[in-house]
């Protein structure tokens, strides 16, 4: 007679409760882990140990086969751990798989899980842009375009768990995972977040997107990697918890990661409150709760709120965590946890049957294996929609009418980013995530702006010169420790001050009609880059002397076009008023030369808009559009503030703006807010703009900022072309958190601001929102939207 669990024909709690009941502890515990191995096609199948490890006091274990047998919850990064060939680590992956299934006394198949954020993190994988070219291209229909084939790369592998997206709210460019960010405004993030979700699960949920990193963690003192957060609940839901609220709600995130930082002194693998109460028992959360790598043994190691991993394990799986990653240093003391009676049984039944419940959803029980003949990765169709996604976050920031480069004219092309590579891959990009383990891999697939531009060109109008380098020798990441670590070892900054370099980049300038400069990051994990997780900065001066090279080619007198590629925005120290153009790229991926070249040519029109604003200086650290009145000091500090704000971004072409007219100038409090604006392309070129809706709230019971967008909308027009917007804006996105921590709307007076960004602001309406304070319901209305008529 078939085992109830076997049937697929029966429901799946009633498959969840007969295998529960036939399990021993020790086989629960194991689903409640990852293990990171080094997988073998032949079964030789090892565990992944390195240097890093140490950061979390992660040690290897012997006896791996023994410990196999009683099965195992997830297998951590079987592709993205090392460099293999798609199909012959699939092969490893399901040697793996055959073993759980049919050498193991229950036959429970492990759920495989690979980082997803830029692309599968995977040998020949398609290289997608940033976070923050997403979201530059204000274009949800697109990312989750993009979300789709990166979804559909990782399902032809075997991967049932991407851990992406990145929610985290940009405060301060200075931390280095602003480049994972969508960006600095919430609502934002929220909107971006729910189309990346949609695409990667698919419309058969047959794969679990991971929202991370839950909650704050771009807020830490100092813009530094795991630095403590303080944040009052209030904020903290206003700002860093509401993304995370609209991809849970609104569409239907399966899995969501804790952060390795404490907030006010609670560290968020431990936080009962908000992985509890809010995630699961506020929101309604089913899905599954996995840690960061590393993140519970944090809980002893770094944060010294347990004695010991039994503490730990038992501290995290009570407060709501469901699997500790990568491994098991924490969940292997989980029987003594038990017998010194710190967890119960009973809660990790609770833990367990989660567990099995979305393997059983996803299937693993039925398919447990993959098949290695229908692994699809750099598809023509997965690769075009990368570089549309490159080409249209490309935002020019300053263009004196040098731009669009018109005919074939003689160009240098100059900087230590035009012919590098990995300069336009972020951090979780596979060739540069392995650099932490000396493992280089080829970068074939990536077209340079350098190789795009000689190929539109052609090659005789092209001078290229280094002018200088960012990093000389690319070196494994620094050691981790906690906090100052007296008496280790620190990494001393592997930045280049070679200056011999810029007489030759000079000369090729001068020599030539346009320059074209190429500067940035470097992205590299843990201070082997000059961007990326671990690798935060004090400064906003482009990294070692790329400034210097700037001042240089500026002083030739010829043209100078800037393209800047990386993960935060730098300044260029008052150079801004004397180059001819300025493009932001942010780090385009594979494509993103094309995209380039595409833009400074004028075969294709720079859409994007700033997500981040762009701040004077480091002192306005930590600087965001959407601040309070008073951030700005008393007096207003000279030094406060941005040159290119949140939401801007030029094109070929101008637009004008109407008045924006309400359908009513008073709303009820369970109503919605309509308002109409018209805008003309007055301009000689097709383009389009991005027409962006603000609100201030004029008066409150507590401090708001000084404005919040709440919706906005690309409209494409032809020259002398007119379109009319409708805008229709819940009045249920006019809360914030009220101190009790319940989101409330007040009545009173609200402006509307239409602009083309945050600073130009072309309109402003007053609507009256009547009735009486609203608490919101579990289900408000979180979306706004936006007819267009011609």
Same mark, same amino acid.
């Given at each position: 007679m078939t085992a109830i669990y076997k049937d697929a024909n029966r429901p799946v709690a009633e498959r969840v409760a007969d295998l529960l009941? #036939?399990?021993?502890?020790?086989?629960? +515990? *194991?689903?409640?882990?990852?293990?990171?191995?080094?997988?073998?096609?032949?079964?030789?199948?090892?565990? #992944?140990?390195?240097?890093?490890?140490? +950061? *979390?006091?992660?040690?290897?274990?012997?006896?791996?086969?023994?410990r196999l047998k009683l099965g195992v919850g997830q297998i951590t990064r079987p592709l993205g751990t090392h460099i293999v060939e798609a199909k012959q680590g699939v092969r490893a992956a399901n040697r793996l798989q055959k073993t759980l299934m049919e050498e193991t006394r229950l036959g429970i198949p492990a759920l495989f899980h690979e980082e997803c954020l830029v692309g599968l993190l995977c040998k020949d994988a398609t290289l997608f842009p940033s976070s923050l070219n997403y979201g530059s291209t204000w274009d949800p229909a697109l990312i989750k375009r993009a979300a789709q084939q990166i979804g559909d790369e990782a399902r032809s592998t075997g991967c049932k768990q991407g851990l992406a997206p990145v929610l985290d709210v940009s405060r301060d460019v200075r931390w280095g995972r602003t480049e994972e960010t969508f960006g600095e405004d919430p609502w934002l993030v929220g909107v971006m977040a729910c189309a990346y979700v949609e695409g990667l699960q698919g419309e058969q949920g047959d794969m679990l997107a991971t929202l991370k990193h839950y909650v704050g963690h771009s807020f830490s003192e100092g813009a530094r990697n795991h630095a403590p957060v303080h944040l009052g609940f209030c904020e903290l839901n206003d700002t860093f918890l509401l993304p995370f609220e609209m991809a849970v709600k609104c569409a239907n995130a399966g899995s969501v990661m804790p952060a390795y930082h404490d907030i006010d002194n609670?560290?968020?693998?431990?936080?009962?409150?908000?992985l509890t109460t809010v995630l699961r028992e506020q929101w309604g959360f089913e899905g599954i709760i996995v840690a960061d790598y590393g993140g519970v043994s944090l809980l002893h190691q770094h944060h010294g709120v347990t004695h010991d991993a039994d503490e730990s394990a038992a501290l995290a799986f009570n407060a709501g965590l469901d699997v500790e990653l990568p491994k098991d240093?924490?969940?292997?003391?989980?029987?003594?946890?038990?017998?010194?009676?710190?967890?119960?049984?009973?809660?990790?039944?609770?833990?367990?049957?989660?567990?099995?419940?979305?393997?059983?959803?996803?299937?693993?029980?039925?398919?447990?294996?993959?098949?290695?003949q229908k692994i699809v990765l750099q598809a023509e169709e997965t690769r075009q929609v990368a570089r549309e996604v490159a080409t249209r976050s490309l935002t020019l920031l300053e263009n004196n009418g040098v731009l669009p480069l018109n005919g074939a004219p003689k160009v240098a092309v100059i900087g230590p980013t035009a012919d590098d590579p990995l300069a336009l891959l972020s951090g979780y990009s596979f060739p540069v995530h392995l650099i932490i383990s000396d493992m280089l891999e080829e970068t074939s697939q990536v077209t340079t702006p350098l190789a795009a531009l000689r190929q539109t060109l052609g090659e005789a109008q092209v001078r290229y010169a280094k002018g200088c380098h960012i990093i000389e020798k690319r070196m494994a990441g620094a050691p981790v420790f906690p906090g100052d670590a007296s008496g280790k070892p620190m990494q001393a900054s592997p930045v280049s001050k070679d200056i011999s370099l810029i007489p030759d980049a000079v000369r090729a300038a001068q020599e030539s009609e346009v320059v074209i400069a190429c500067v940035g990051d470097l992205a590299?994990?843990?201070?082997?880059?000059?961007?990326?997780?671990?690798?935060?900065?004090?400064?906003?001066?482009?990294?070692?002397?790329?400034?210097?090279l700037l001042e240089a080619l500026v002083e030739t007198g010829k043209p100078l076009v800037v393209?800047?590629?990386?993960?935060?925005?730098?300044?260029?120290?008052?150079?801004?008023?004397?180059?001819?153009a300025l493009l932001m790229a942010w780090a385009p991926g594979q494509e993103g030369g094309w995209a380039i070249a595409d833009v400074l040519t004028g075969r294709a029109e720079p859409q994007g808009r700033l997500v981040v604003s762009v701040p004077k200086s480091a002192g306005a650290m930590p600087y965001y559009y959407n601040h309070k009145l008073k951030s700005g000091g008393t007096p207003f500090a000279f030094h406060f503030g941005s040159r290119y704000p949140f939401g801007y971004g030029q094109s070929w072409t101008q637009f004008a703006y109407a008045e924006p007219e309400l359908a009513t100038s008073q709303v009820d409090i369970d109503g919605e807010i309509m308002l109409r604006v018209k805008i003309t392309n007055v301009g000689e070129r097709s383009g389009s703009d991005v027409v962006q809706l603000y609100v201030r709230d004029k008066v409150a019971s507590m401090v708001r900022p000084v404005q919040e967008l709440k919706a906005f909308q690309r409209v494409a027009l032809r020259p002398g072309e007119t379109a009319t917007l409708t805008f229709t804006l819940p009045v249920d996105m006019l809360n914030f958190t009220r101190r009790d921590g319940k989101r409330i709307v007040e009545p009173g007076e609200f402006e509307l601001q239409i602009g083309a960004s945050s600073a130009d602001i072309r309109g402003r309406a007053t609507v009256t929102v009547t009735g009486q304070t609203k608490v919101l319901p579990q289900r408000w209305r979180m979306m706004s939207n936006c007819e267009v008529s011609r």
């Open positions: 009941a #036939r399990m021993t502890p020790e086989e629960k +515990f *194991a689903q409640m882990h990852g293990l990171w191995l080094v997988l073998s096609e032949q079964g030789d199948h090892r565990e #992944r140990t390195d240097l890093s490890d140490e +950061f *979390a006091g992660v040690s290897a274990q012997d006896a791996l086969a023994e609670q560290p968020g693998h431990s936080d009962h409150f908000l240093d924490c969940a292997r003391h989980l029987a003594q946890a038990v017998e010194r009676g710190l967890i119960t049984m009973e809660k990790v039944d609770e833990i367990v049957a989660r567990l099995l419940a979305v393997k059983f959803r996803l299937g693993l029980f039925e398919h447990p294996y993959s098949d290695e590299g994990l843990f201070q082997s880059g000059t961007v990326g997780e671990g690798s935060d900065t004090d400064s906003l001066t482009l990294p070692g002397v790329q400034q210097q393209v800047m590629t990386g993960g935060r925005p730098y300044n260029l120290q008052g150079l801004e008023t004397r180059v001819a």
